[in-house]
């Protein structure tokens, strides 16, 4: 910046600036704060006559100010102002390289004694002594530059305050306003100054102070005359009073009265004329320059007087008044302590073992604590020690007695000159009256201010508290005690000593011939015989008492009153003074991040307080943020029935759920949530208001009592952690998603928005999760309705030739598709073998081969299309009839002869024996009405026909008369036409399937199967063709197993929409072990479950699931009948 720059900053008044710049336009020069109170008049101290008065004159003085401000450009060509306020940078005018019209807050030091004036005037505008001159203002109270401005010149714009030695205003420079100087410091950067004029005025009070003092009338004798002589002093401000003045030489207007003019006159110069025996007072009122003093004094005439006068004898005395001088202001002792210090927190309950850190997250529902730490007090005090004079006006006569000579009478001889005789003496008593003062010196100490504060309560706010707010009243606490008393008169605190009464005899003056003797000056001897006889004054403080400890003692003491203390400063209140638990934090309030804080602290001012203060509310600081975060979490799961899943390939990724059976969801309230205090991996019950769930599926309540369409939002109670439903017949096989929500407690009615698992982020108030599940169906109830060999006619029939069945049917074994009983007994379970026939006498009866057995199965699920279908896998096995030898069970080989080929290996390309059913038949026994109900939800399950309903009904019945191709002896399609829809109509009204599907949901299916009549049995893989090219090949040859049963094993599979390579459900082959006696049981007579049983004749035979029936190897039904005849 340069030297010349830093000089010109020495040389201008600087200022501390705080500056604001905005656009400005004309401004007229201004003045303040406010406007300039008018300068009142004098007045009296008291305003009635009295012996000392006291005249106070407002005054003001005023001092020009020589302002300057310093600006320089920066390297943008900004002006910056030099000062505090160089951050804030004016806007420069190009064209004149200068700074625009701006106005700016300057906050000018007035501590400097240019700005303090020299002369004070009043009212009048006169000028007042300077000696009169007292309380002068510690600060300006008015400044304004009308006296100064000029057009272009800084404007002065207003004045905001006067804070002790500073003031705050605001001038305008730029634009139209050049400055004094301007100089190139840094090309292109310039520098500039401006320069103004104020002035400040000041208050104070001019004093003068005048007293009157009169000598003491005396005892006269009648016809004496006494003058009495009134003198004026005066003291100008603090100063002292001077010599006293004569009233009788002065110009002012002087009143003398007598009490009793009978006894005594007094004329206009207060010469006293006694005029008979008694008493009078003597007035004197002096009048001048708005002054009126006044005093008074006794004159007796032949008696002793009340005060005053002569002694004849010699003699005399007098006494000393005091009056107490008002006392002026020295040391102080000023402390205070207003600031509280207060902090406090926020935090969860229990205190010293927060449950969370609410910092970072505590749910609604839980309760918070606020603590609050402040200073047990607050106080200011200002002692302010007193000191002064206390004067006693002495007033002292003493008479002198004289003696002298004067030449005796002449003695004349008779002849000659006369000539002096001897001397004779003569004399007189001449009364002199004595005036003086003296001193005494007192202090004490008063309370100019006094405020202490005890803690009323604390407040604080927060989102997150109740009603955002809580007050905490202390508990516990002390509050601090005040006595005071504090008088401003002087009196009160000082009581000056009585003087002894002065008495003093002079010795006898003596002189000479005709030269009486001077009457000497005793004044030196009086004033130390008042001095002596006249004690220190006794002085007592104000009083301050505070917690029971005098800090400022009102105990009498001589002279000073003790130097007080200090009030002790506070300490911090205890934690538990301001505190408050168990604070809730409210279910309805929102998740929210850091809410903000804030508190107060509420101090009332003790009684005893001096001068001023009033309750204080004082912010409390650094409480901390809180965070709320309500947690939910839905870590959800459902039950996966395998026991029932008989798919071919079952989805492990699916949780399977088998129509017309139970299943369970399960919406845990535990799980991982935020790793943060008082979160983690716990229950959340607490602070979950609702669980749900949905399907898509319709679904009931396990009960079957409240039917849910699909898609629809199921509560669950939070307490309840798996809730089971059922469901229903008619859903659609198929991959679903199970959806389930738990709503926080404090989640909206409305948009809420939500989260995988858990609401880790606080914008969410509900977490969602989803379970992927597969809809199964289910293959069952596989039964033998019929056998066509005669020895087990009536086993089905009423009676023999009768078509009537008699409800007979072997099952796989004794319990339901879900695991009760279906009412089966031994021997009706499977497989057929020797002893299931019921008859004791038919125990050894086998089904003979060429005869057939009818069955039937049912389906649950999506098997009503036209291409679905009933796959059924024969496979073959033999076992021997002998008891001796052990079980053995051996995979074989079927051969039978064709009308075409011998030994036709059933399964090769050779066997293509076609075999037909019926499904309407004499001795099938399919109730009519499913196969019309089954008609009618076909069509009403398929759209585009070209027939009627009842045309398409008719077409149906007929068809179900006719024959249908199944296949052969090694593998059975039961199609569609060999199918039934059994279920029930009836559905909820609400429910997401109509009428025909419901009824479409449970299919029976009808087939029936046998072995040709002639059947040649060789172990599986025997290569009959090699056998006959080396042995002789017929019905006999020895290769051919006998004596012992062909055992008839199915393999069951459901076909979907024709797609044999893909089986959907197995009935006995599946993955999850459920096949056939895992589900439906088994005759268990034989205590185990061992695939082994043993027949009437003590033969063992093995079991495999899926073995149907026993065929007696060496039986046929050609040895009941022709070779072609049938049952």
């Not at 202001?329 to 402390?335: D, K, S, V, Y």
Request: aromatic share 10%; proline share 7%; charged share 20%.
């Amino acid at each position: 910046m340069g030297q010349k720059s830093s000089i010109k900053k020495v040389i201008l008044f600087m200022l501390s600036l705080v500056l604001f710049v905005s656009s400005a336009t004309h401004i007229d020069a201004g003045g303040g704060p406010g406007t300039k109170p008018e300068l009142k008049t004098f007045h009296m101290e008291p305003s009635t006559p009295a012996k000392s008065q006291k005249k106070v004159i407002p005054v003001e003085g005023t001092k020009k100010t020589n302002i300057g401000v310093y600006i320089y450009q920066v390297d943008s060509l900004k002006w910056k102002v030099d000062g505090k306020c160089n951050n804030i940078e004016l806007d420069n005018d190009s064209t004149k390289n200068l700074p625009v019209s701006s106005t700016i807050c300057v906050d000018l030091d007035l501590n400097k004694d240019v700005y303090i004036p020299n002369e004070y005037f009043d009212k009048n505008g006169v000028k007042r002594n300077s000696l009169e001159i007292v309380d002068k203002s510690n600060e300006p109270h008015y400044m304004d530059n009308t006296a100064y401005y000029e057009p272009g010149q800084p404007i002065l714009v207003s004045v905001e305050s006067f804070t002790g030695r500073n003031t705050k205003f605001t001038t305008q420079i730029g634009g139209a306003i050049p400055p004094i100087e301007t100089d190139q410091y840094n090309p292109p950067k310039w520098n500039a100054d401006y320069q103004f004029n104020t002035d400040l005025y000041w208050k104070a009070f001019a004093e003068i102070t005048k007293e009157i003092n009169l000598t003491n009338g005396g005892q006269l004798q009648i016809n004496d005359r006494k003058q009495l002589n009134a003198t004026v002093k005066t003291k100008t401000g603090d100063g002292s009073f001077g010599a006293g003045t004569n009233v009788n030489s002065g110009n002012g207007t002087t009143t003398w009265t007598s009490s009793n003019p009978s006894v005594a006159t007094v004329g206009s110069s207060g010469l006293v004329t006694a005029v008979a025996k008694g008493t009078t007072t003597i007035t004197v009122l002096w009048e001048k320059d708005d002054f009126q003093l006044t005093t008074t004094t006794n004159v007796g005439v032949e008696e002793e007087p009340g005060g005053g006068g002569d002694d004849e004898t010699g003699g005399g005395g007098g006494s000393c008044t005091p009056n107490i001088g008002p006392p002026s202001q020295g040391t102080t002792m000023n402390m205070s302590d207003l600031d509280p210090n207060a902090n406090g927190v926020i935090k969860a309950d229990n205190r010293d073992a927060e449950k969370f850190d609410v910092l970072k997250g505590i749910p609604t529902s839980e309760s918070l604590y606020t603590n609050a730490f402040a200073d047990n007090y607050l106080f200011k005090q200002a002692w302010a020690k007193m000191s002064g004079k206390t004067t006693y006006d002495c007033n002292v006569t003493i008479s002198y007695v004289r003696e002298w000579t004067i030449p005796g009478p002449e003695v004349c001889p008779p002849r000659g000159a006369c000539s002096p005789g001897p001397p004779v003496k003569t004399g007189d008593t001449v009364p002199k009256p004595y005036n003086f003062q003296i001193t005494r010196d007192y202090s004490y100490w008063k309370i100019n201010n006094l405020e202490v504060y005890k803690i009323a309560k604390a407040t604080m706010e927060n989102y997150a508290l109740p009603g955002k707010k809580v007050t905490m009243t202390p508990a516990g606490y002390t509050a601090p005690t005040l006595e005071s008393k504090n008088d401003e008169a002087v009196e009160s605190h000082v009581r000056p000593a009585p003087t002894a009464a002065i008495s003093y005899t002079p010795p006898k003056l003596t002189g000479g011939l005709n030269s009486p003797p001077d009457v000497p000056d005793d004044t030196g001897r009086l004033k130390g015989m008042a001095e002596s006889n006249t004690p220190q004054s006794k002085v007592n403080n104000d009083l301050v008492n505070f917690n029971s400890t005098k800090v400022m003692d009102d105990a009498e003491a001589t002279k000073d009153g003790p130097t007080p203390s200090n009030i002790p400063n506070p300490t911090t209140i205890g934690r538990d003074v301001l505190y408050k638990p168990n604070n809730m934090i409210s279910k309805t309030l929102l998740n929210d991040l850091n809410t903000t804080s804030s508190g107060d602290i509420y101090y009332d001012l003790l009684p005893g307080n001096i001068n001023g203060g009033a309750n204080k509310v004082l912010p409390i600081n650094g409480i901390n943020t809180v965070t709320v975060h309500t947690p939910t979490v839905i870590y959800s799961n459902a039950s996966d029935d395998k026991e029932h899943n008989q798919r071919t390939k079952p989805d492990a990724s699916r949780r399977a759920f088998i129509l017309d059976r139970p299943f369970t969801v399960s919406l845990p309230t535990s799980g991982q949530h935020r790793n943060i205090l008082g979160y983690g991996n716990r229950d959340y019950a607490k602070y979950i208001k609702l669980k749900q769930v949905l399907f898509e599926f319709d679904v009931y309540t396990a009960d079957k009592s409240t039917f849910y369409p699909a898609n629809t939002w199921i509560d669950v109670p939070v307490s309840q952690i798996e809730k089971a439903f059922y469901l229903p017949l008619w859903v659609e096989e198929g991959n679903y998603t199970v959806s389930y929500r738990s709503f926080a407690e404090n989640s909206p009615a409305t948009g809420f928005t939500w989260e995988d698992k858990a609401n880790l982020n606080l914008v969410n108030h509900v977490a969602v999760n989803t379970v992927p599940v597969q809809v199964i169906g289910r293959v069952y109830d596989f039964r033998v309705t019929d056998i066509a060999d005669p020895n087990w006619e009536t086993v089905f029939r009423t009676a023999k030739g009768s078509s009537t069945s008699k409800g007979t049917s072997y099952w796989v074994g004794i319990k339901g598709i879900d695991g009760g009983s279906n009412g089966s007994f031994s021997p009706y379970q499977l497989p057929i073998r020797r002893g299931s026939h019921p008859l004791a006498n038919f125990k050894s009866v086998v089904v003979k081969t060429g005869y057939h057995f009818k069955f039937d199965l049912k389906t649950k699920g999506n098997m009503y299309g036209d291409k679905d279908a009933i796959r059924i896998t024969p496979t073959f096995y033999f076992q021997d009839n002998n008891a001796s030898t052990t079980a053995k069970r051996i995979p074989v080989d079927l051969y039978y002869h064709s009308d075409k080929q011998k030994f036709v290996k059933i399964g090769s390309s050779a066997d293509v024996e076609r075999r037909n059913i019926t499904l309407n038949t004499r001795l099938r026994n399919v109730p009519y009405a499913d196969i019309v109900n089954s008609a009618g939800s076909v069509y009403d399950l398929n759209t585009g026909w070209s027939v009627t309903r009842n045309q398409y009904l008719n077409s149906y019945l007929k068809r179900a008369k006719e024959a249908t191709y199944v296949g052969g002896y090694d593998v059975q399609v039961l199609p569609s036409p060999l199918r039934t829809f059994i279920n029930t109509f009836d559905r909820p009204n609400n429910a997401n399937a109509t009428p025909a599907r419901v009824n479409a949901s449970v299919q029976q299916w009808y087939g029936e199967y046998s072995l040709p009549a002639a059947v040649y049995v060789v172990p599986a893989g025997t290569d009959l063709a090699t056998y006959g090219k080396k042995n002789r090949l017929d019905e006999k040859s020895p290769i051919f197993l006998k004596n012992g049963y062909i055992t008839v094993n199915f393999n069951i599979e459901t076909i979907r929409n024709a797609d044999l390579n893909n089986p959907y459900l197995q009935y006995i082959h599946g993955p999850l072990n459920n096949q056939w006696w895992d589900m439906e049981g088994y005759d268990g007579t034989d205590g185990s479950r061992d695939h082994k049983i043993t027949d009437p004749y003590g033969v063992q035979f093995l079991l495999e699931d899926g073995d149907v029936m026993y065929y007696d190897a060496s039986k046929s039904s050609y040895d009941d009948y022709t070779p072609n005849g049938t049952h």
